[in-house]
Every structure is written in structure tokens, then in C-alpha cells.
């Protein structure tokens, strides 16, 4: 049985819902340690991938279950560099939710064009963080001191 573009509205839009609602638990959740931050950061990683594929290939519900994955996962990112006092990386992580906020809008609306222009306003919050408060080491990243 083939959907329909309704049924894949309706079913992004449910997933919306249930990121919200995500988002409001997600935000109660104790700061992860730094050693878990970078699993976290793995695996946001991952995910926006697959977000990225999902779009290009207008898979909306799968959008939609992503967004679902990596709402909470931000949340953990805002706890984290909140509880470290680090303003502007908390801010960064707004801008994010934010880009996700638009990304769920072109979802619900199957803008492609709205959906891409998202993740790219996400990895460019991603990577300006990134660039002020990580450095590579031998091991892989790590956060940079005073960060």
C-alpha cells in the first residue's frame, strides 16, 4: 500500500508532538560527563547523517524519527556546557534546537529546499562550536581546557 503525502504529513506532525514532549523530559536530565559527551557527540554526528539522507531522499517520516533521536540528545548538549558555566557553547546549542525547530517545519511542509538550508544552518552552529571548544589530540577530540 502506497502512502499518500498526507499520510506522511500527518505522521511528521504526530512526531513533532512526541518531540516536544521529548524535548520538555529531555530538558529535566542530569548534565552528562565529559567522557559521555563525546559518545553523545558520536552519535548526533550519526544522526544528522541520516537526517541529511532522509531529506535528500524526502524519507519525511524517517526526518521525522530522527528529529525524534536528536531533540533530547541537544538537550543533553545545553545541560552539559550549562552546568560547565560555558555562556556562548550554551547558546550554540539553542541556535541548534532552534535549526531543528525549521528542520521540523520543512518536514511537516516536505520542503526540501527548507529541510537542507536547516542542516546547514545546524552544522554551521555544530562547527562554530566546535572550532571554539574542541582540539584534536592523537586519541580523536577532546574539549579544550578552560572550556
Known sequence: ???S???DARFVGVCLCVWLLAAVVGARQSAPTEEEYGAL???IRFTVGDA???VDARYWPELG???DKLMP???QVEAFWTA???DDAVGFAKETIAAFTELSAAAIDQNRGGALAAIMALRATCESCHEKHREQTDDGYRIKPGS
Do not use: Q, V
Open 1 to 3: 500500500m502506497r502512502r
Open 5 to 7: 503525502p498526507s499520510d
Open 41 to 43: 557527540m558520536t552519535e
Open 52 to 54: 541529511e539522507l532522509h
Open 65 to 67: 524519527e530522527d528529529l
Open 73 to 75: 540528545m541537544f538537550r
Open 84 to 86: 560547565r558555566g560555558t
